[in-house]
């Protein structure tokens, strides 16, 4: 178990045993969002006019409540702004991580920040977003 009570299995993704259901709330919104997902994890500086979203989500009482957060920094890796929220209940970490996802995306919507890279730590959700 993590120090911040969140259980791991040996692959490194958070467990969950149980699923709670919850809000999933919220409406749909849809526009024109530019971004690209790297395919390294490395720090690297910005090329172009591109901001980059990172974002992360963390579940509490095996997935009966959750967290997100995200950041976006500009090229000199500035932090331009930054969300943390509480979620509702989740049954995965890939639910999380998806849900973390659409959050960031809707913020830095929001915030106008429409040409990012997009950044986060769920491989299969990142692989999943790369290819939509």
């Not at 979620?87 to 849900?99: H, I, K």
């Not at 915030?111 to 692989?127: R, T």
């Amino acid at each position: 178990m993590r120090s911040d009570g969140v259980a791991m299995k040996p692959n490194g993704k958070n467990s969950s045993s149980k699923y709670n259901p919850g809000k999933t709330g919220g409406k749909l919104v849809t526009c024109e969002v530019n971004f690209h997902v790297p395919a390294r994890q490395a720090w690297q500086p910005l090329q172009g006019e591109f901001f980059k979203l990172n974002f992360d989500g963390v579940c509490f009482d095996n997935g009966a409540s959750s967290g997100y957060g995200a950041v976006i920094h500009n090229g000199n890796g500035e932090v331009m702004a930054t969300i943390s929220a509480k979620g509702g209940a989740v049954r995965d970490s890939e639910e999380l991580e998806v849900m973390a996802c659409r959050k960031a995306l809707e913020f830095a919507i929001n915030a106008s920040f429409m040409d990012v890279i997009l950044e986060g730590d769920n491989a299969l959700v990142m692989e999943t977003v790369s290819q939509a």
